[in-house]
Every structure is written in C-alpha cells, then in structure tokens.
C-alpha cells in the first residue's frame, strides 16, 4: 500500500488534534448516541452553554457535526459517521483497559494506559 498524500495526512492529524479535546470528545460520542440540542448536551457532558456552544461550532467548522433548526431549537447531529466509528472503537478499547495497568512500553511513549 502506498502512502497518503500529505494533504491527507494533515488533514486527519486535523481531525485527531481536534478530538483530543475531552470536551469535544466527550460532545462526538454524546452525538454518536442521537441527536441533541445545546442545553441537552451542555447537561450530558457537565459543561458552561458558551463552551459547549464553541466546541460544536469547532466540531461543525472540522465537518464533524452538524445542525439544523426546529423552532427555536438548533439540534446537531454526527455528519461524519465514519470517523465516528473510528473514534467509538479507540473509546470502547481504552474503557476495555482501564481496569490493567499501563504497558512499559506506552509509559515510554508517554501514554497512560487508560
């Protein structure tokens, strides 16, 4: 297999930079669940409404989410399915782990573990 070009490989180390946010992280797999209004997702994650409002507005800018408006209401939603999955699995695996310590060899890296 050859390797990606380098406009791609910017592009995803986009994405991973913008998920590396727990808040952000946290909002993406909120919306994987369903749907949501900023006040129903500002209650799930713990977060201020301002500060979920900006991590949305990142999340929508990066092609992640997206919204549409129902009354007064705007309601956002994963637009990016795939990179959902991606993001789903590395969660589910690391919540799969946390109960073992770290390996030697992520504490070199300077992974966690968990």
Known sequence: MTDPPAEVLAEAAGVFGLLASPPRLHLVWALAQGESDVSGLAERVGGA???????????????????????????????DPETVAVMRTLVLQRAARSAHPAPSRLRRLGGTGA
Not at 58 to 72: I, M, P, T
């Open 49 to 79: 409404l301002p500060a979920v409002s900006q991590h949305l507005s990142k999340l929508k800018l990066a092609g992640l989410v997206r919204s549409r408006r129902e009354g007064r209401r705007v309601v956002y939603f994963v637009d």
